[in-house]
């Protein structure tokens, strides 16, 4: 039976006071080590998620409820997007690379090198409507054998890289962050965002063409680092963080916030509609629908 928890919905700012959905927040799955990377795969009606330290992907059927394995062993693999193929892409830190799960199911390699250096432990991935794919890839896979397997970056550094859909080439398009994590285009696609994590903030660039420009801090984490971020149609950004899910204006403001009982690591809004909020929190994942839709 799916356990539920009363919504919390906090209202922080006038644009948030139309924000909600349901009166209560349900538990959809529970027994995880480290849940991450939630994707909903539209063709089929299913979420997947990784359970990191566990070295699994799991899925649950949004028509049964079940859960059950997608993929494990899966190489320790974190976030995950869907290409514009409907394909799976993957960050994997145990082999510390980006893969494409094929219609086939087989898998191919995408991107495990920058200037012939081995990644660090990519992280999480946005597929943007020009087919290229952006990836933060900080060191977290490889600080322990925790979420991997520990060893030193070859790197030396904690990118954020865009894969060039024609060449396959790899491009370093942001290099002064600490740890990136979580990523999302604007809903036009001329600004990215990027959490850092270990600085607490988020930062916003201007996007030309494959290069970003114009870097600047959006906004500061009030509760502990920024993770995975997403974004509605109307240009929010919902950023998952200690004490659950807050959400910003385009602007910055922090206007309000919808709280969980256990740290919260990344969202996707999912569903026929998209406005099914779909958050991996610890040892739990957690489903609301909402009155909002993702972008």
Same mark, same amino acid.
């Given at each position: ?14 644009r ?18 480290? *849940? ?6 539209? =063709?089929?009606?299913y979420?997947?998620? $990784?359970?990191? /330290?566990?070295?699994?992907i ?7 409820? +079940?859960? #059950? /394995?997608?993929?494990? /062993? @899966?190489?320790?693999?974190? #976030? ?23 219609h ?6 995408? =991107? ?10 990519? +992280? ?7 087919? $290229? ?17 520990? *060893?030193? $970056? ?17 491009? =370093?398009?942001?290099?002064?962050? *600490?740890?990136? +994590?979580?990523? =999302? ?28 420009e ?7 984490? $009030? ?14 950004i919902? @950023? ?29 809004? #999912? ?9 991996? @929190?610890?040892?739990?994942?957690? *489903? ?8």
């Amino acid at each position: 039976m799916t356990e539920s928890i009363a919504a919390e919905f906090e209202v922080l700012d006038e644009r948030f006071a139309d924000v909600g959905g349901d009166k209560r927040v349900e538990r959809i799955h529970h027994g995880c080590r480290w *849940a991450e990377g939630p994707t909903y795969v539209p =063709a089929g009606r299913y979420l997947l998620w $990784s359970d990191i /330290p566990n070295d699994r992907i799991l899925r649950w059927d949004e028509m049964t409820g +079940n859960v #059950g /394995p997608f993929r494990a /062993p @899966a190489g320790y693999t974190n #976030g995950h997007t869907l290409d514009r193929q409907g394909r799976l892409i993957s960050c994997e830190h145990g082999a510390r690379r980006v893969t494409r799960t094929e219609h086939d199911g087989s898998i191919t390699v995408i =991107a495990d090198r920058w200037q012939g250096k081995r990644l660090n432990s990519p +992280n999480d991935v946005v597929v943007r409507s020009d087919d $290229s794919v952006w990836f933060t890839d900080p060191r977290y896979g490889i600080a322990s054998d925790y979420e991997g397997h520990q *060893a030193e $970056s070859e790197i030396g550094n904690d990118q954020v890289y865009r894969l060039d859909p024609a060449t396959g080439e790899i491009t =370093a398009v942001a290099d002064d962050f *600490a740890r990136p +994590n979580g990523l =999302a285009f604007s809903t036009d696609e001329s600004l990215l965002y990027v959490a850092d994590t270990q600085r607490g903030h988020l930062r916003v660039f201007e996007v030309r063409g494959a290069a970003l420009e114009n870097g600047r801090v959006l906004a500061e984490c $009030s509760a502990g680092g920024l993770d995975g971020i997403r974004l509605d149609t109307a240009g929010r950004i919902w @950023a998952a963080t200690h004490e659950g899910v807050h959400c910003f204006a385009p602007d910055g403001t922090l206007i309000g916030k919808l709280r969980l009982p256990e740290k919260t690591s990344n969202l996707v809004f #999912g569903g026929l509609k998209r406005n099914w909020l779909f958050m991996t @929190a610890s040892t739990s994942v957690y *489903a609301i629908m909402t009155n909002v839709r993702g972008a």
